[in-house]
């Protein structure tokens, strides 16, 4: 059974923290893994997307990583900010020509000022 | 670019009523994704459409979950009758081939 699953569930950082986001999935046979950033009210805004073959993305201050044959991923954030604070979502997919995703469960995020 | 639009955003129904989402994806992506995400869970597939075919629709409750997309642009989601396990967000997302998917804000549903 294909699973994700992402630690800590919640996280709460004083501004100017860096901090990492883990995610672990059980399927190896992954195409690509992708973050996602998701706010109170809103859908899902796409962070960082890794190719299998890729080892580690980044943007801006966010690096993400993946080590697919021990089945993780982590996303670091460099010098957090209160408008960091959302929900981080892990997603895998299989599957280049459907794309499905599956998704963690998510990492809530506070940043405090 | 407009993004995917979703309507309503809030729906409030007791058990057993029927209820309706609707979906417009971006101009020109050809792949569409219903998603039901429930407090506290990653959102899960629930049907997938490739034009306005059906690509996957494994874990779609089909005794009370019906989608269609008619003319492969809007597609609606439909639950007769709801439960009360139904309550969650509903998210709609839009692909172009070998892009990502771009979600829209969704519609939270809750069944009284």
Request: aromatic share 8%.
């Amino acid at each position: 059974k294909q699973e994700v699953t992402q630690i800590p569930a919640a996280l709460s950082v004083p501004e100017g923290e860096n901090l990492v986001l883990n995610c672990s999935f059980t399927d190896s046979a992954i195409y690509n893994l992708q973050w996602f950033r998701q706010d109170p009210g809103k859908g899902l805004t796409s962070l960082l997307l890794i190719q299998s073959s890729q080892r580690e993305q980044t943007s801006g201050r966010l690096n993400a990583s993946l080590d697919k044959s021990s089945g993780r991923s982590t996303l670091y954030i460099a010098a957090s900010q209160p408008g960091d604070s959302a929900t981080y979502l892990c997603a895998v997919i299989y599957g280049g020509a459907t794309n499905k995703l599956i998704f963690g469960t998510g990492t809530l995020l506070a940043v405090q000022p | 670019e407009a993004g995917v639009a979703q309507s309503p955003r809030y729906k409030i129904i007791e058990k057993r009523q029927s209820v309706a989402f609707w979906c417009n994806p971006i101009s020109g992506h050809a792949t569409l994704y219903w998603y039901q995400q429930i407090l506290g869970q990653g959102p899960k597939l629930l049907i997938q459409f490739q034009n306005n075919g059906v690509v996957d629709d494994s874990q779609l409750p089909k005794d009370r979950f019906s989608a269609e997309r008619l003319k492969g642009v809007d597609s609606t989601l439909k639950i007769q009758p709801a439960k009360l396990e139904d309550s969650a967000v509903y998210l709609c997302a839009s692909r172009q081939v070998k892009d990502t998917q771009y979600f829209g804000p969704g519609t939270r549903l809750t069944v009284l």
